[in-house]
């Protein structure tokens, strides 16, 4: 379709062709350019430089939002249906794996310029991540890897691990930071081969609440057939919106505590009752770690009290930092996750043990929507980029196929053309 005269077609809106001259082609150009790039105005300059395409920053940035918010209706669609996102595959997958996170994301008031103008830390708002896994794997009659992989043995990771943990009290973006960095990323995922191997992922994000998000894995789920699948996960960390996610939505599905997220609060314990003690700090925690690892979490509780009894309970006004605070909320954590990290049993049955698939996603996300530079409008304009990035990174190529299925495109169903009456000239 081409401009005569300066105006198009005089169906190019029925046909889904937009007014300011953005054809379907050019659409799905700037939506893979936008998915990708740092930023609108680069999206611009590749699109001018490799698609020899001039197209203005303030352009991209329309187009974004439009494909965004079609996408995020078509999330929420009836699975049932032919709008939904997720594409139903003929045969349900062997393995389904379902692993969801926080994340965070800056924003600004709609209308007031750039800037952070929203009340708050500097404008953080947090998002909703989750990805779903067509998993292969096998299953074992012994545990395959009885002792823990090596990197829970360095103390420079340990540490780290630990330190995120403490900085995700006082300073959320701060830690997570500090957990998408490389050196995290590639020591916490175990080589051995018994791990599951991912097959196809899709990705949800999005700004809505915890309740809301849950609906969104559910119809995602659905769509997909995980509920039919012969093996089902669902990791997440200690966090108490993942498990109500979980309860509601997904109760059939296997329950894993991400391995990694204990470690943080036996390495604080170890360090709390051997204070001064740099060699029993380590050994302790080795000790306790890989019980962990093991499924003897009982006994590290058991021990965990004998501390307790010996530091003595907290008082309800005891701060964090308190020794006898840091035991008490160890045990508490251990208790209300232990049926959810019996390891051994979860490595028999070829599943995962920590979230790696799930952090490695949301570092992928970040690249794209957040930075130091980046602030987008609350809430429209940043559920838009998540519903972009999340599209582009699932492996059902479903932007593509969103785009191909727009009115306007080639090969979208076309709307009936309206039908002519006939009439007689009267004289």
């Known amino acids: 379709m081409t401009a005569v005269g300066g105006l198009f077609f005089p169906q190019r809106e029925a046909l889904g062709f937009d007014p300011r001259e953005v054809t379907p082609g050019v659409r799905a150009k700037i939506s893979h350019a936008a998915a990708e790039a740092r930023s609108f105005e680069r999206a611009s300059i590749v699109l001018k430089h490799v698609g020899n395409l001039k197209i203005s920053n303030d352009t991209v940035q329309r187009v974004m939002g439009e494909v965004g918010t079609e996408l995020a209706e078509r999330r929420d669609a009836d699975p049932k249906t032919a709008d939904a996102l997720a594409k139903r595959p003929e045969e349900p997958p062997k393995m389904a794996i379902v692993e969801c996170d926080g994340g965070r994301i800056r924003a600004r008031e709609p209308g007031h310029g750039r800037g952070v103008t929203l009340s708050g830390e500097k404008g953080w708002r947090e998002t909703k991540n989750a990805c779903l896994i067509n998993a292969l794997g096998q299953t074992f009659t012994e545990d395959p890897q009885p002792e823990p992989p090596e990197c829970f043995f360095d103390p420079k990771h340990v540490a780290k691990i630990a330190q995120t943990e403490a900085l995700s009290v006082a300073s959320p973006q701060a830690a997570q930071a500090l957990a998408s960095s490389d050196e995290i990323e590639d020591l916490a995922q175990p080589s051995a081969d018994w791990r599951p191997k991912r097959k196809v992922r899709t990705v949800l994000a999005s700004m809505e609440c915890s309740r809301q998000f849950g609906k969104q894995m559910f119809r995602e789920a659905k769509r997909r057939r995980f509920f039919d699948a012969a093996i089902k996960a669902f990791l997440g960390d200690g966090l108490p919106w993942n498990w109500s996610i979980w309860r509601e939505h997904f109760r059939n599905f296997t329950a894993i505590l991400d391995f990694i997220h204990p470690l943080s609060y036996l390495y604080l314990a170890a360090k709390t009752v051997h204070a001064g003690q740099a060699d029993d700090v380590w050994s302790q925690y080795v000790a306790w770690m890989r019980g962990c690892w093991q499924g003897e979490v009982g006994q590290v509780i058991e021990e965990l009290r004998l501390h307790q009894i010996k530091l003595g309970q907290p008082p309800a006004d005891a701060p964090d930092s308190d020794p006898r605070q840091i035991v008490a909320t160890t045990i508490n954590y251990l208790n209300n996750n232990r049926e959810r990290m019996n390891y051994p049993e979860y490595r028999k049955a070829g599943l995962p043990v920590t979230t790696a698939w799930m952090e490695s996603l949301v570092k992928e996300m970040n690249y794209r929507v957040k930075g130091t530079e980046m602030f987008w409008n ?50």
């Open 378 to 427: 609350d809430p429209a304009g940043a559920e838009a980029i998540l519903q972009i990035r999340a599209a582009a990174l699932s492996d059902d190529d479903r932007l593509d196929r969103h785009l191909l299925q727009r009115p306007g495109s080639p090969f979208a169903k076309q709307p009936k053309p309206p039908k002519l009456k006939s009439q007689t000239c009267k004289p």
